[in-house]
C-alpha cells in the first residue's frame, strides 16, 4: 500500500537526507559517527520511520502541490530535519537519562547550529519568520515542562500535540516563501491533529516504558480519568496498572483519535497529505488494540488452543483449500 505522504516525495527525501550527510560528514570525530547512525535510524526506508516524516516533509509537500520553488523547499526541509534531530536527542535525555546524554546533547547543539545557519539562508533576521520560531520553540518549552504537573490529554487532547510543535517550522516557513501568511493559523491547527494522532500512538506504543520511568503518557490518562482518578506519572496507582489492557478503554481511547480524525478529514484547510497520514495513524492504533485484544482471547480458551494459535505459520489460500 502506497505511502500517499511519503512515497511521491521519496526522491525529494532522499535528496535532502543526502544535504544533511554532507554536513555531518564535517562533524569531528567521533560525533561524525553517531550523527550519520541516527541519520540512518530516521530515514524512511525504514518502515518504522515513515510516520516520523512530519518534522520535515512538509515544505516538499508544498513544492509540489503549490509551486513552493524546489531550491527552497530543498533548504528548508533539510534545515527542518536538523531541527528534528536536535529535538529527538533532547527529548531522549530528558526521557530517559543514560551514558549517552553528554554525546547526544552535544551532538544536538551541532545540529542546532547547522538548523539556524540554513533557516538563515531562507529568512532574513527582519522576516516574521523569527517570531513565528520564537512561537514554537516557546510551546515546546511550556509543553515539556507543564507535563510534570499539568493532565494536557484531559484539559484538550490537542494540547499534547505542542510536544512536537517544533513540527510546525516546515509549513510555516513554506507558507511564508509562498508568501501566504493569512494560511499559517488554520494549517498549522489542522497540523496539530496529525501530531496529536501521532504522540496517542507513540503513548499507546510506549505505555510500558512510560510508566517505569515516570513520563507523561495520555493513555495512562485517559485510563486515570476512566477510573475517575487523579493521573499521577509516578509512582502509578495499582488500579491504573490493572486496567492498561482494557478492552473497553483502549477501544475509547482509539475513538478519541477517530473523532479528530473526521474533524481533519471535513476542514477545508487541511493538506491531502495530513489526511492521509492522520488516517493510517488512526489505523495503526485500531490494529494495536485489536492485536492486543486478540491475544487475550486466546489465552482466554486455554494454554494449548493459544500456543496452536501462536505457533502454527499462516496458511496461504492454496494450502488452506488443500486442508479442506
Known sequence: MQREWLDPY???VQAVFS??????????EPLVGHALEQLRLLHPSRKESGHSCIGYITPLWMQHTEGLPSEQAHLLSTACLLHMLYFLNLDDVMDEPTEESVLKL???NLYYVDALQTYGALFESSSVFWIHFRKVILDWAVSVNGELHL???QQNPLLIAQKASPSQIG???ALLL???PDRIVPVCSAMNIVLMTLQMTDDFTDTKQDAVHGNYNS???HISAALQQEYLTHPLKDSIHQNVFNSHLMNSY???AHHFNRILATSNSSLPQFISLNSYLCNTLVQAVHDIIGHKQRLYRGGFHYWISESQPELSDEEQADSV
Open 254 to 256: 482509539a475513538d478519541i
Open 151 to 153: 493532565d494536557y490529554f
Open 19 to 28: 544535504s544533511a550527510e554532507e554536513r555531518f560528514q564535517r562533524y569531528p
Open 219 to 221: 493513555y495512562l490518562s
Open 178 to 180: 509562498l508568501e501566504q
Open 10 to 12: 521519496l526522491l525529494d
Open 171 to 173: 509549513i510555516i516557513g
Open 106 to 108: 552535544s551532538l544536538g
